[in-house]
């Protein structure tokens, strides 16, 4: 049974041993989780720019549906891609001094295009389920969380597999990773009042390095579940 400051002690040891390259990794991971939402606030913000310039309806949509395409596919094919090779990178700084190239693992070896399927139907699930309420859809992010680390050791899964074997690890744990995740509340507020700063600079690869010391155990677990059937060799 893991606890919550187990992990967050030994998530702050390999953060603190390997610090610039942790926080590299950590705001690629800011950025990518930020983009779900972001085509909508940049169609909100580039209506709002073309209509105070006075186009005509005709113009604009077309204009901003573009921007939102041109960020959708960015999100897909570049920025899920990013986020797996930062989780990767977190995941191999348990062990060792990771360089920051492990960002780019997800391009590397053939495997580009099922990573950035895998992660587009994990979003598309997601997203799906949110459309029926938000708590089914926040219940469901927890039991997909783990398919960014999934292929961030089996980048050739497909994402049936993917999404079934994080809903096996995530099964009888998602209220203990939420409760996780509300302990660093107060961190998260702090990194607030220093407009950002904080949670760049600290915050963000400490709740990263964090979360790869969840996956592990939760990984390790699910392996010795798994003992007389298929398990990956991760």
């Not at 573009?66 to 348990?94: D, P, Q, S, W």
């Not at 949110?130 to 999934?150: A, D, E, H, W």
């Not at 292929?151 to 096996?168: G, T």
């Amino acid at each position: 049974m893991w606890t919550r400051a187990d992990l967050k002690e030994r998530g702050k040891l390999c953060f603190h041993r390997n610090y610039a390259a942790s926080v590299l990794a950590g705001l690629m991971i800011t950025i990518a989780t930020a983009s779900i939402g972001g085509s909508y606030d940049v169609r909100g913000t580039v209506n709002g720019v073309v209509n105070d310039s006075g186009y005509s309806a005709d113009i604009s949509l077309p204009i901003v549906g573009g921007v939102t395409l041109f960020v959708l596919i960015l999100k897909i094919f570049v920025l899920n891609v990013l986020m797996v090779g930062a989780v990767r990178f977190f995941i191999e700084n348990r062990d060792y001094n990771a360089p920051v190239s492990k960002i780019g693992f997800g391009f590397q070896n053939g495997n580009f295009a099922n990573v950035a399927m895998v992660m587009f139907m994990q979003n598309l699930y997601i997203f799906l389920w949110t459309l029926l309420f938000v708590i089914p859809g926040i219940v469901k992010s927890y039991s997909y969380r783990m398919v960014p680390y999934i292929l961030a050791e089996q980048p050739d899964i497909n994402y049936r597999d993917a999404i079934r074997i994080s809903r096996e690890m995530m099964d009888g744990e998602k209220m203990n990773t939420f409760v996780l995740d509300l302990s660093f509340i107060l961190w998260g507020l702090l990194g607030a009042v220093t407009c950002g700063l904080g949670v760049v600079f600290y915050v963000k690869p400490y709740v990263e390095a964090t979360n790869a010391e969840l996956y592990v155990t939760l990984r390790n677990k699910w392996n010795m579940g798994n003992t007389k059937t298929a398990t990956f060799d991760f």
